[in-house]
């Protein structure tokens, strides 16, 4: 799974901040209110930071175990020396150049809360693009129920589609075992452990082996590393986020490349396949997707900012129609 390269994240990570006074900061706010700390901390938060004022109130959210919305509602509580210290050591982390999420332990995607660690890519919004046409596709399509999420990562496709489709079956893929490990943990977090597999294999498990206990997919899904291995370092995330989910080899399109070889013979007919691709990748994708599916509806569509973001896949079933 792989991050844009032209986007910037709402945190800052190759930013290093100049060390402010942490100790003088507690010392004033020993009796710090909610309203005082969220009227202070974002001055503090502002040189590592694009959104100082939202992640002050998603720090103390954090620190205190409390909703945002709680606390703008409750202005006037009186912050522990605990809540304090909890902040003073998250922005110690964020001055460090750790991202927010990983400082947190968890992030928000497709409505749910996740574990997040440094074993894995943290979840970006415009991966809820694929999320969407995956879960649209499957609603329109009730007698098909097997998806493959291919490098998991976090598992926050797998588990959004699952937590959504009750009686989705999924198997979850990745290389990284902690990644692996993670996944776990936020399948029985939000209760879908039941109807996921999880399964340590580079793209998707041997075909003879497999396949001879299970069906074939009705839905492939994959965010695969998609940055080019000599652009990698020019990311803000170098170094912070797993290379493994970002570095998609010398045009970036290796694991794409590889994955579309090999899911003629995963997919079942009228199957589908969605692909999340790095924005300049587009037409290249397109070609690929072309080369290995000759009959097939293969459409691009874009995000929110307007850039080339997912490749879709629809083959043509047994009865010679879409889907």
Not at 86 to 102: D, N, R, S
Not at 116 to 122: F, H, Q
């Amino acid at each position: 799974m792989a991050t844009l390269m032209n986007s910037s994240p709402n945190w800052l990570p190759a930013t290093r901040l100049n060390a402010w006074p942490l100790a003088d900061w507690m010392m004033k706010i020993s009796r710090q209110t909610v309203a005082s700390a969220l009227k202070s901390l974002p001055a503090k938060l502002s040189h590592i930071s694009e959104t100082p004022v939202l992640d002050a109130q998603v720090l103390l959210a954090h620190a205190t175990g409390k909703t945002r919305t709680w606390l703008l509602a409750h202005p006037e509580t009186v912050l522990t020396e605990t809540e304090l210290a909890t902040v003073k050591e998250a922005i110690a982390h964020l001055q460090q150049g750790m991202p927010l999420p990983y400082v947190l332990g968890h992030w928000e995607f497709f409505g749910l809360d996740f574990l997040v660690t440094p074993d894995t890519l943290i979840p970006r919004p415009e991966t809820e693009l694929l999320v969407e046409r995956a879960l649209h596709w499957l609603q329109a399509a009730p007698h098909r129920r097997s998806l493959a999420d291919v490098g998991t990562g976090s598992g926050c496709i797998a588990i959004s589609l699952a937590k959504h489709i009750p009686d989705l079956w999924v198997v979850a893929t990745d290389l990284s075992l902690p990644a692996l490990k993670v996944t776990q943990k936020n399948a029985c977090r939000h209760d879908v452990q039941k109807r996921i597999d999880l399964i340590q294999c580079d793209l998707l498990p041997p075909h003879s082996n497999y396949l001879a206990t299970r069906s074939h997919f009705d839905l492939i899904c994959a965010n695969l590393p998609y940055i080019p291995s000599s652009t990698l370092h020019q990311l803000p995330v170098y170094g912070r986020e797993p290379s493994l989910a970002l570095d998609g080899g010398t045009d970036g399109l290796d694991l794409i490349r590889r994955l579309l070889n090999i899911a003629p013979e995963w997919l079942a007919p009228g199957g589908a396949i969605f692909l999340e691709i790095e924005a300049s990748q587009g037409a290249a994708v397109l070609s690929l997707a072309y080369d290995t599916f000759h009959q097939a509806h293969i459409s691009l569509e874009k995000d929110l900012t307007g850039s080339d973001r997912l490749v879709c896949i629809q083959t043509i079933g047994n009865n010679g129609l879409i889907g």
